[in-house]
C-alpha cells in the first residue's frame, strides 16, 4: 500500500538506531502471547484450505503504527499496553458504554473460524481466528435506527507508535462498515488467532476481521466503535481515495491502478503453488453478496 508513506520508510536495520537493532535481533514479545483460549467449533468456518503458518501469520504484518515493513510489527509491538484494554461505544445508541476487554471475551463463546485473508497488495493467507460475530456485540450496543454506518478506532499514542510519525496518515487508523455489513454474521469480532490470544502484531487485543473484504478493512487493536448516520472517514480511502474505496470487497473484475487483482500470492507455500485466482468477495458471495444487489461494484469499488 504505502502510498504518501513510501520513500520515509526506514530502510534496513543499517538504518536503525542501536536498541532497536536489539529488537530485530531479539524481537520483544508481549506478556499474554501464548495464552490459550477455550473455543467451540463454528458452522462458518472455511473448510479445505491449508492454513498459513503461524510463523508466516505473525511476522508478515501490515500494522503502519509499527512500521511499514512487513517484518517490523513483529518487532515493534511489545510495547502496546493491551491490559487494562477499553472498548468505548458512542455515536448514535441509546447511551454511551465502555466495555473491559475481559468482559467483552466473556459476552459470548469463542469460534474457531478459519477465514481466507486477502491484502489489497495482491498477497493471501488462510488464518484460523478466534471470536464471535460483530453482530452479538452490536446487539449489546442499542444502536439507534439514524445509526446507518458503524466507525472503528485503533489505539493511537505517538509515544508507543513511534512509527507513526514516518507517514503522512491522519492517526488513529479507521475503518468502517455500512450496518448490514456490520452485522453479517460472518463481520468477526476477534480476540485470537491459532487456539491462544492475538499476539500484538496481529492486533491486540481486539480486532475486525472482514473476510469478503480487503484486509484493511479490518482494523487492529480497536478502542472505540462509533455508530453514525453517514459513511466515516477511513484511512486507505483518505490517503488515496483513486486507490482505495470505502466498499473494498474483494474483486478480481476491477484492478488497483497500479496492479492486477485477478490473481494472488499464497504466502507461505512453495513457488509453483503461490499464486491463485482470486475470487468474488474471496470466497463468501454466497454469504455476502446479496447486500451489494443492484450496486455498480466498479464504482463503488
Ligand atoms: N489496522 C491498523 N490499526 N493499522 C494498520 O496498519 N493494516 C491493515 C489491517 N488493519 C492496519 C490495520 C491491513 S493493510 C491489513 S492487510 C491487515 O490489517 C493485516 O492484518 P494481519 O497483519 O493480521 O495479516
Known amino acids: 500500500m504505502r502510498g504518501a508513506a513510501s520513500?520515509?520508510?526506514?530502510?534496513?536495520?543499517?538504518?536503525?538506531?542501536?536498541?532497536?537493532?536489539?529488537?530485530?535481533?531479539?524481537?520483544?514479545?508481549?506478556?499474554?502471547?501464548?495464552?490459550?483460549?477455550?473455543?467451540?467449533?463454528?458452522?462458518?468456518?472455511?473448510?479445505?484450505?491449508?492454513?498459513?503458518?503461524?510463523?508466516?501469520?505473525?511476522?508478515?504484518?501490515?500494522?503502519?503504527?509499527?512500521g511499514v515493513e512487513k517484518n517490523q510489527p513483529s518487532q515493534n509491538a511489545g510495547g502496546l499496553p493491551i491490559r487494562p484494554w477499553t472498548l468505548r461505544v458512542e455515536g448514535k445508541v441509546k447511551s454511551p458504554k465502555t466495555?473491559?476487554?475481559?468482559?467483552?471475551?466473556?459476552?459470548?463463546?469463542l469460534?474457531?473460524?478459519?477465514?481466507?485473508?486477502?491484502?489489497?497488495?495482491?498477497?493471501?493467507m488462510v488464518i484460523p481466528w478466534i471470536g464471535y460475530s460483530l453482530s452479538e456485540f452490536i446487539k449489546q450496543c442499542d444502536p439507534l435506527p439514524s445509526a446507518k454506518?458503524?466507525?472503528?478506532?485503533?489505539?493511537?499514542?505517538?509515544?508507543?507508535?513511534?512509527?507513526?510519525s514516518e507517514s503522512t496518515i491522519d492517526w488513529p487508523y479507521s475503518e468502517g462498515l455500512r450496518m448490514d455489513e456490520a452485522m453479517n454474521p460472518l463481520t468477526l469480532l476477534t480476540f485470537g488467532l491459532y487456539g491462544e490470544v492475538l499476539p500484538n502484531q496481529n492486533g491486540a487485543p481486539i480486532r475486525v476481521v472482514v473476510p469478503w473484504k480487503y484486509g484493511f478493512?479490518?482494523?487492529?487493536?480497536?478502542?472505540?466503535?462509533?455508530?453514525?448516520?453517514?459513511?466515516?472517514?477511513?484511512?486507505?480511502?483518505d490517503q488515496?481515495?483513486?486507490e482505495y474505496g470505502f466498499y473494498s470487497n474483494v474483486n478480481p473484475n476491477v484492478d488497483h491502478p497500479r496492479w492486477s487483482q485477478k490473481t494472488e500470492r499464497r504466502v507461505g507455500v512453495p513457488f509453483y503453488e503461490q499464486r491463485r485466482t482470486t475470487l468474488m468477495f474471496n470466497g463468501y458471495g454466497e454469504q455476502v453478496a446479496s447486500m451489494y444487489n443492484g450496486m455498480d461494484l466498479k464504482r463503488n469499488y
Open 149 to 164: 454506518y458503524v466507525q472503528f478506532l485503533s489505539y493511537y499514542d505517538r509515544k508507543v507508535e513511534k512509527w507513526t
Open 111 to 124: 469460534e474457531d473460524r478459519v477465514y481466507r485473508h486477502r491484502c489489497v497488495e495482491a498477497w493471501s
Open 99 to 109: 466495555f473491559d476487554i475481559d468482559t467483552l471475551m466473556k459476552l459470548k463463546p
Open 240 to 242: 488515496n481515495s483513486g
Open 217 to 237: 478493512k479490518s482494523a487492529k487493536s480497536i478502542v472505540a466503535v462509533r455508530f453514525v448516520d453517514k459513511q466515516p472517514r477511513t484511512t486507505w480511502n
Open 7 to 66: 520513500g520515509l520508510a526506514v530502510a534496513g536495520a543499517a538504518a536503525l538506531g542501536i536498541d532497536r537493532l536489539a529488537d530485530v535481533v531479539s524481537p520483544r514479545v508481549n506478556a499474554l502471547a501464548a495464552t490459550k483460549l477455550e473455543t467451540v467449533k463454528s458452522s462458518l468456518t472455511t473448510t479445505g484450505e491449508q492454513l498459513t503458518a503461524y510463523k508466516d501469520v505473525t511476522s508478515y504484518n501490515n500494522f503502519y503504527e509499527f
